[in-house]
């Protein structure tokens, strides 16, 4: 495996449910991050992992609660969505030096459904 | 508030035709600005980054080019592979604040 992988590529849940979505990187970065892109809306950033300290939460419901073990993996776990939570949500990593990231690069996404 | 702007929305381009993308910008310190290529459900896939006012890379039929309020994104007579949306971002801190992305439609 090369680059930046996230499994499942597909996810359909009900709002009861709870999933992860997994993301793992192969570029020996030391910095994550995790990106919500609904449709016709530009990407959001939600949460940054540097180091596997967690540097941002945007924001973002407690429903999403974000998991960094390592610096080679990421995780995201749902429980209790909403339907406006359906989106493609994507991983990415880079490499920080002294406070200033390098390219960030993406995984391939996960399409995220709630019913 | 760091904000990216990116005109046109869309834009359908007959084969060999060229034309640019904008990407206009409001940040408190730039310290990158990113083009982005995005394929219909995939993830962004990485194409230039310019770091100063005046710098210009290429990349076969793309060039990119920077001044200090906007860049653009030049498609030199483009091939229908070149159909994709394509993503600005500038880069503060951690954060990358991306615009709503172009797509271009290139047609044989």
């Known amino acids: 495996e090369t680059g930046v992988t996230q499994t499942p590529r597909h996810l359909v849940m ?13 570029l020996g970065h030391n910095a994550m991050y995790w990106y919500k892109q609904s449709a016709k809306k530009p990407l959001e950033l939600m949460f940054v992992y540097s180091l596997e300290e967690r540097v941002e939460n945007n924001s973002v419901p407690s429903r999403f609660s974000p998991e960094c073990p390592n610096s ?19 991983c990415a990593s880079s490499q ?16 995220l459904t709630v019913l | 508030e760091d904000q990216v702007t990116q005109s046109p929305e869309a834009l359908r381009l007959q084969e060999g035709e060229s034309s640019s993308l904008n990407c206009s910008y409001t940040v408190s310190g730039l310290r990158g600005l990113f083009w982005y290529r995005q394929d219909p459900g995939k993830g962004p896939e990485f194409l230039f980054t310019l ?6 890379k290429e990349k076969e039929r793309l060039k990119a080019t920077l001044t200090k309020k906007e860049s653009f994104l030049h498609i030199t007579a483009p091939k229908p592979e070149d159909s994709a949306t ?23």
């Open chain 1, 72 to 90: 080679s993996h990421l995780f995201l776990h749902l429980h209790t969505l909403q339907p406006e939570d359906s989106a493609l949500y994507l």
């Open chain 2, 86 to 108: 394509y993503l600005c971002a500038v880069y503060n801190d951690y954060k990358l604040s991306f615009g709503a992305g172009t797509t271009v439609t290139v047609r044989a």
């Open chain 1, 96 to 111: 920080v030096t002294q406070g200033k990231s390098d390219t960030q690069y993406f995984g391939p996404g996960t399409r």
């Open chain 1, 14 to 26: 009900g709002m009861t449910n709870k999933k992860s979505l997994k993301c793992e990187q192969h």
């Open chain 2, 51 to 56: 770091y100063s006012a005046g710098e210009e």
